[in-house]
Structure formats: C-alpha cells, structure tokens
C-alpha cells in the first residue's frame, strides 16, 4: 500500500515534466519550486528512492549550467525567498561532488 507522500510525489511525476519547464513559471527560479522540490528531498532522504533524486537534480540542472552559473541569476535583484532552491544544491554536491553545485552554493551563499 502506497503512503500519500509516495501518491502526491507520483502525482507530480506524471503531470510536470520538471517544475522549471512548465509554462507557468517560464523557466524562474521561484520559492515555490523550491518548496515542492524540498519536499521532494525530504521523500528521497526518508526512502532513498533514487526516481526522488534525479527529479531534483534534473530540475535544478535546467537552473544550472555545467559551469555553476545559474540561469537568469543576479545578485542585485534577489531576495531571502530565492534562496529556497539553493538549498537543494547541499544535497546535490553532497551526492555527486560536481563542481557545478559548489560554485552555485558558492554564488547564493
């Protein structure tokens, strides 16, 4: 038997081909994506379903190229609420050790 946390994640699985690509956010890195892709790690921390993880790290790689940068990113510009995503990037360094995520956090924090 499926717990909701595992019904709501599939749910999101098959309705949104990664957050950041959908129309209504027009590739922004929001705090409500943020929001949804904590959620999502907190399901790939508690299971380690690795479906959770490549759902994170393939939303965050539309942000992020393979030099660090983040798309569309300035640093004048943000605020406390753009750092809701950033904090996906700790996991993401974690786990892979890629570079990218390392001047990413380095550039949010």
Do not use: P
Request: proline letters at 0%; glycine letters at 6%; charged letters at 30%.
């Amino acid at each position: 038997m499926k717990n909701y946390s595992e019904i709501a994640l599939n749910t999101l699985f098959e309705r949104y081909d990664y957050l950041c690509k959908e129309k209504i956010y027009h590739g922004k890195w929001s705090y409500d994506i943020g929001v949804v892709l904590q959620g999502v790690k907190e399901a790939y921390e508690q299971t380690g379903d690795k479906r959770y993880f490549d759902y994170i790290q393939n939303t965050m790689d539309f942000y992020i190229d393979e030099n660090g940068r983040i798309k569309n990113y300035q640093m004048d510009a943000m605020n406390i609420d753009y750092i809701n995503n950033g904090k996906c990037l700790f996991l993401l360094y974690k786990e892979t050790g890629a570079s990218k995520y390392k001047i990413a956090l380095d550039t949010l924090y």
